[in-house]
């Protein structure tokens, strides 16, 4: 049954949000901090693992069990388990039964099945909570009934003349001015977006994601004009997200006046982003004139990025045009165009060779330069990438042993950072080239020699022998990383171990790690690694890890018990 919203739900209003009040202490008296605990754990396998997050909740009771559901039920069905999913909301009693039903329903509709929606909606008994507005209407609309769509919103807008647009949460609001918009209620959709607007950063902090919602919002009501008078009132580093919406709508001149007018103000990624729109588009000219406007620190990679996306397409010609008419300098053309030739191998081999043979005739251009022996290594690592593109029957020894030895003598002239930069690409080649003996040994002589070489200007030491300043600590953790990255996981945790007994917490490295152990089925170590960092990552490790213990249960059904019951037993009992 159907929240029917009309005037007298100015009251009905009021009213939940004191019974909601008073609802929130009554929940909070009833949990124990044990029950708080395994609720929060719930919430944190639930990220990536909603199964395994309803077997930790359905060990609860009472209370406890109700809320945790509460979270679960609607994850289970976003990630594709519905069945377990209107389970644990049909558990649910009919007071914490609303809420979650009107998450489940918006993700049925966001998957495009508004059959599935209408079905649940009708079984005997469930209501959608009084802020189920969106929900109803969006239902309303997907099954063919916008009769009753349009009526829903004639209702809210009454209301929103009556008691004001704050009868709806700012996020609704928003919501709520699109579909008004989309059914012509122009004043109504005004009103919204404008009651939207005025609360937002009123706690203080401007989110760019819904920053962007409500001003793509007011472009769609007003143009583009709205949303430049309103980009002036935004801090410097936000007016990226009104550049964004006018770039994204064509409007790319006002777009290019505030991106210039930020400057330096605008976040890193402003320009990746945008090329992105530009590419997906296909708007060429658009993403040559960004690079034009981009400051100097990441205009390479931004054509590099064009480049890579022609090969991709197969549009060799285009990137040779742009290669010959943008790489101005040696220096430019040998560290991209060595680049892309790697990058190209998989798409376009014989395009890449003949670049990579091009490019490497720039190097006529560096002699006695003071970077030259950077980029004669460039190209020295650019030859053994070719040799690792072959298959092992057909490489070089000969060549690639020549090569090694020149690398070798080059490599005495180097000083940092150039030594890490380039010890860890070398590590990564040697690896490649079946050479892993070779590649440790690079590694491990970096991390020696920037244990003999503290960075002078280093404030941040500890004390005593022995000891590491910060940014020792640093190039050392992505020595660890390297190790991984050559799958030599002890040098990587002996070296993770040393830098937390010096108080140095790896947590990238530690993730890093666990994955390594799944990937080589050392599965009571990745369970071993558990703890809040590995669980958010970034990385998906819990999923990772329960699908290579699900994988067990035809072929060994003992281990992958043992496995499931140590897992769980961390994810409730460990120390997270």
């Not at 060799?316 to 190209?344: M, N, V």
């Not at 590694?443 to 940014?471: C, N, R, V």
């Not at 018990?561 to 140590?566: G, I, P, S």
Request: glycine share 6%.
């Amino acid at each position: 049954m159907e929240v029917f919203v009309g005037i007298g739900a100015v009251v009905a209003v009021v009213a939940a949000g004191y019974w909601f009040y008073r609802h929130k202490k009554a929940k909070a008296l009833r949990l124990s901090p044990h029950d708080v605990a395994q609720i929060n754990r719930v919430n944190l396998v639930l990220r990536s693992e909603p199964l395994l997050a309803l077997e930790i909740a359905q060990r609860l009771e009472g209370y406890a069990r109700q809320l945790a559901l509460q979270y679960v039920a609607p994850q289970l069905v976003r990630n594709g388990h519905r069945a377990a999913g209107f389970q644990a909301l049909a558990e649910l009693v009919k007071p914490n039964h609303a809420d979650p039903l009107k998450t489940i329903l918006e993700i049925l509709l966001e998957q495009g099945d508004p059959k599935a929606a209408r079905e649940l909606l009708d079984i005997k008994g469930s209501q959608l909570p009084i802020d189920g507005h969106i929900v109803g209407i969006d239902l309303a609309l997907a099954t063919g009934n916008k009769a009753s769509a349009v009526q829903q919103l004639k209702a809210i807008t009454e209301l929103q003349e009556v008691a004001g647009a704050f009868v709806l949460s700012r996020a609704d609001s928003l919501k709520m001015a699109a579909r008004q918009r989309a059914m012509h209620m122009k004043q109504a959709a005004s009103v919204s977006i404008a009651w939207a607007w005025s609360t937002l950063g009123a706690d203080g902090t401007l989110d760019r994601q819904e920053l962007r919602a409500m001003l793509q919002e007011f472009f769609a009501q007003d143009g583009a004009a709205r949303v430049i008078e309103l980009a002036e009132q935004l801090p410097e580093a936000y007016k990226d997200c009104a550049a964004s919406v006018l770039f994204e709508g064509g409007a790319l001149e006002p777009a290019f006046i505030l991106l210039g007018e930020a400057g330096a103000e605008l976040p890193y990624e402003t320009y990746p982003q945008l090329l992105a729109l530009a590419l997906a588009a296909e708007r060429l000219d658009d993403a040559l004139r960004l690079i034009d406007a981009d400051p100097e620190y990441n205009t390479d990679d931004l054509l590099l990025t064009l480049l890579q996306w022609h090969v991709q397409r197969g549009e060799t010609a285009a990137a040779d045009a742009l290669i010959q008419a943008r790489l101005k300098t040696p220096e430019q053309y040998l560290t991209l165009g060595l680049e892309l030739a790697t990058f190209s191998h998989a798409y376009q081999p014989q395009w890449s060779l003949a670049l990579r043979q091009r490019t490497e005739q720039q190097l006529e251009h560096m002699q006695g330069a003071e970077n030259e022996t950077w980029y004669q290594l460039l190209v020295l690592e650019g030859r053994l990438q070719a040799q690792a593109h072959l298959p092992e029957a057909r490489r070089d020894q000969a060549l690639i042993g020549n090569l090694q030895q020149q690398i070798a003598e080059l490599n005495t002239a180097l000083e940092m950072p150039a030594i890490q930069e380039r010890y860890e690409a070398q590590a990564v080649l040697l690896h490649a080239l079946g050479q892993d003996d070779a590649a440790g040994q690079r590694l491990q002589a970096l991390a020696q020699y920037i244990k003999d070489h503290p960075d002078e200007d280093d404030e941040e030491e500890d004390e005593g022998p022995g000891s590491y300043g910060f940014s020792q600590k640093l190039d050392l953790e992505c020595v660890a990383e390297a190790y991984l990255r050559i799958d030599q996981p002890l040098p990587a945790i002996a070296l993770r171990d040393e830098l937390e007994r010096h108080d140095y917490p790896c947590r990238d490295v530690s993730l890093q790690i666990a994955l390594n152990h799944i990937r080589h089925q050392r599965l009571t170590q990745a369970i071993e690694a558990i703890d809040v960092s590995t669980l958010t990552g970034g990385e998906n490790l819990l999923a990772q890890l329960h699908q290579a213990i699900e994988q067990l249960q035809a072929q060994a059904p003992t281990r992958y018990r043992e496995l499931r019951e140590k897992l769980l037993d961390t994810l409730i009992n460990g120390d997270l």
